[in-house]
């Protein structure tokens, strides 16, 4: 059974940093892309970023790009996020994905990926 734990959500002053990490067990091998997506109440689940298995390119939401990276340790079997210069628009419940196919004009859509953590929550706020 695959299950996927997420963990490093907190609170931050704005400008601060967290590293989230997201640990994948069970049946793993045929996994193409691991990502992160992020929900904030009252709005819909977006996606942050995404890790491409195969050649380990990485894609990034507008609204991250230079602030967030992506990066996977195959020997753990974890993906972590590492978020930098946090804002307040951050906050949001964090969550881990992954899937057995990948498109990488799609890698933003939730049903794009079968197994889901269960959410690790990000909050930035002075």
């Known amino acids: 059974q695959v299950q996927l734990v997420e963990s490093g959500g907190g609170l931050v002053q704005p400008g601060g940093s967290l590293k989230l990490s997201c640990v994948l067990s069970?049946?793993?091998?045929?996994?193409?892309?691991m990502a992160w997506f992020r929900q904030a109440p009252g709005k819909e689940r977006e996606g942050v970023s995404c890790?491409?298995?195969?050649?380990?390119?990485?894609y990034y939401a507008d609204s991250v790009k230079g602030r967030f990276t992506i990066s996977k340790d195959d020997a753990k079997n974890t993906l972590y996020l590492q978020m930098n210069s946090l804002k307040p628009e951050d906050t949001a419940i964090y969550y881990c994905?992954?899937?057995?196919?990948?498109?990488?004009?799609?890698?933003?859509?939730?049903?794009?990926?079968?197994?889901w953590g269960q959410g690790t929550e990000v909050t930035v706020s002075s």
């Open positions: 069970g049946f793993t091998s045929n996994f193409y892309a």
């Open positions: 890790l491409s298995i195969s050649d380990r390119n990485t």
């Open positions: 994905a992954t899937g057995f196919n990948f498109v990488a004009t799609a890698w933003d859509r939730p049903h794009m990926y079968d197994y």
